[in-house]
């Protein structure tokens, strides 16, 4: 009998290649930038730092560990983290709503998050520093979210096309309220804008710590359930013959997505296109078995959400917002990949 | 307690929302027979089959299996007494063929155990007598409908249960394989001892398989019986409201039923 443990027949050698990867794309993309570090500085600046060992900084300038570690890594790690957030977030809604058109955003969350943090720039509110605003914009999502189940359900049933469809009408009502406080913000409009475009720059550790906190534990519960989210995807009245709670483990998912989102929008504004295309994408290469799916689009949503703040941040002449960015960059190859692989095909 | 009976329903009433769709219904089902259940569409041949599974709860009534109510077993353990074939099935996500199958095993391997050596024959066993062992990597969103269902059936198959249910099964099958698998079926009640309940839409298939036939209208039940006793002319007009003729055929050695035009 083989029983091997750990993810189910998931590749270690892709996992652990992925890894390499973001940790490589994390300490050159550290070192980029209108001051330019090498490598092996980043790297002894972070074991400076881990380690303590004074002697790693010799001949080392002393403004870069405030940069390394003060400017750029806490953007950077945050960029990864909300990478791998939305795009395990867009797995999981596509799981879970039986929809290949599903995103983080189908269920009214960006809406939401949107509403709350113009709310809190209208109104000025500064009440918490700068959290106020990723507080307003995560309240925002989260009431968002519970009004769609509440409005979805039916005797304790929820079903996809139900909840699909209230996203999009709380969605709509909370679009046309962010449009009226636009209307009246006047002189915050442009602040509004920009918060809705989404942008990494100045993020704290505080931002990395908290992100990683909801992301890294989003990843673990969607990992648990990754064999039932494959069920799941038959229906729900075989999922039920085959042994899942189908409700609750679709209304567990769904939160917890939910909450990922709600995190990674409240510290970043919103990026499109990462929750719809990174599964996409890792689903033509690893195919759609979540529990490889899962680890595989957490990875690569990270690198490529990091490398495009990258590519704003140090290579363009100014700064694009990130959303933009990513909508700019990922349509037009998600449009080349899906011609390509002709997906009529197999998702027809 | 009657150890050879399987389901024991009980005044069953089912409603969507005001519509009633099961009207004091009730029936017992024996262990290790072929259960056809027949009846005009619309008659909640599903819904029953539904409750069954516990997929939906009775307005009020009660399922008992194997004795006890179905209320108090866990998905997890119904999942490895009942399996379903459901009447349509859709998937948006390009899984293989055989990956799909294997899913029938899911009731059997813990959370983050991979599939056994056990489950791994069984499932290319029941792949190879459904015939879908030559497109076992092809997707299923590729499958047309027919061969979509010899999956989903390989699926349920591999379950492994006591107990089988097809929704109309076989109804985008071919006739190759549609008496394949009722016999496949029917061949796993006499040897196996399992107890097949399908919702079946041709009366001569019902005749040609089954040991048991439940004639169903509006909500509840008719008729039923052994084939022998209860599948005449007086039911299938009463159900249906169609005259026919029913006569002992020699050639698939059961009862057939002829239409007038």
């Known amino acids: ?348 | 307690m009657d150890k050879k009976r399987a389901f024991e329903v009980k005044n069953l009433f089912f409603y969507y929302g005001k519509t009633q769709i099961l009207n004091d219904l009730s029936l017992n089902i024996d262990s290790g027979k072929f259960y056809g259940i027949v009846g005009p569409n619309g008659c909640g041949k599903t819904t029953l089959l539904d409750l069954l599974i516990k997929n939906k709860r009775p307005a009020s009534g009660a399922i008992r299996y194997l004795g006890h109510n179905i209320k108090r077993y866990q998905r997890r353990t119904l999942a490895k007494e009942i399996a379903l074939v459901p009447q349509d099935f859709y998937i948006n996500f390009p899984f293989t063929v055989k990956e799909i199958v294997m899913m029938g095993r899911h009731p059997h391997i813990s959370r983050f155990a991979s599939p056994s050596v056990e489950d791994i024959s069984i499932r290319d066993e029941i792949m190879e007598r459904m015939e879908i062992d030559e497109f076992k990597e092809k997707y299923v969103t590729e499958l047309s409908g027919g061969e979509k269902q010899r999956v989903v059936i390989a699926r349920a198959l591999v379950q492994d249960t006591p107990v089988l249910i097809l929704d109309e099964g076989t109804s985008n099958m071919d006739i190759q394989h549609t008496l394949r698998t009722l016999e496949m079926a029917a061949e796993s009640v006499k040897l196996k001892k399992r107890t097949v309940v399908a919702a079946l839409h041709n009366l001569n298939l019902a005749a040609a398989f089954c040991d048991h036939i439940v004639f169903m209208k509006d909500g509840t039940i008719v008729s039923e019986g052994e084939i022998d006793n209860t599948l005449n002319e007086q039911n299938i007009k009463d159900v249906f409201e169609v005259d026919s003729k029913v006569y002992f055929d020699r050639y698939s050695n059961s009862k057939q039923v002829v239409y007038k035009r």
């Not at chain 1, 709670?245 to 995190?263: D, F, G, H």
């Not at chain 1, 499109?272 to 033509?284: E, Q, S, T």
């Open chain 1, 1 to 348: 009998m083989i029983k091997k443990t750990g993810l189910g027949g998931l590749p270690g050698l892709q996992t652990l290649l992925l890894i390499f990867l973001l940790l490589l794309v994390i300490i050159l993309s550290t070192g980029m930038g209108y001051i330019k570090i090498s490598p092996t500085h980043v790297l002894k600046v972070i074991f400076f730092k881990i380690t303590g060992i004074p002697k790693l900084l010799q001949g080392i300038d002393g403004v870069f560990p405030y940069v390394i570690m003060d400017v750029r890594l806490p953007r950077i790690l945050t960029s990864a983290i909300v990478g791998a957030g939305l795009s395990i977030a867009g797995v999981v809604f596509q799981g879970i709503l039986l929809n290949p058109l599903a995103d983080p955003y189908t269920l009214g969350i960006s809406a939401g998050a949107a509403f709350g943090a113009s709310i809190a720039l209208l109104l000025d509110i500064t009440l918490l520093g700068i959290y106020s605003v990723p507080l307003f914009a995560f309240i925002g999502a989260v009431a968002t979210l519970f009004a769609v189940i509440s409005l979805s359900s039916f005797e304790g049933q929820t079903s996809s096309n139900n909840l699909i469809l209230s996203g999009i009408i709380v969605a709509a009502i909370l679009s046309a309220g962010i449009s009226f406080i636009k209307y009246v913000a006047d002189e915050q409009v442009s602040i509004i804008i920009f918060w809705l475009m989404g942008s990494f720059g100045s993020k704290t550790w505080a931002d990395v710590f908290l992100t990683f906190l909801f992301v890294s534990t989003g990843i673990l519960i969607c990992l648990f359930f990754a064999r039932d989210l494959n069920i799941i995807s038959l229906g729900d009245r075989s999922a039920n013959s085959l042994g899942i709670e189908t409700n609750r483990v679709r209304m567990t998912l769904l939160v917890t997505a939910s909450m990922i989102t709600a995190v990674c929008v409240s510290v970043s504004g919103i990026i499109g296109f990462v929750g719809l295309i990174i599964p996409h994408l890792m689903r033509f290469i690893v195919g759609p078995d979540n529990r490889r799916l899962i680890p595989a689009s957490a990875l690569v949503g990270a690198i490529l959400l990091l490398s495009a703040d990258t590519i704003t941040r140090a290579v363009l002449p100014t700064e694009v917002p990130i959303g933009v960015l990513t909508a700019l960059i990922g349509g037009p190859f998600f449009c080349y990949i899906f011609k390509k692989k002709r997906i009529v095909k197999t998702y027809g």
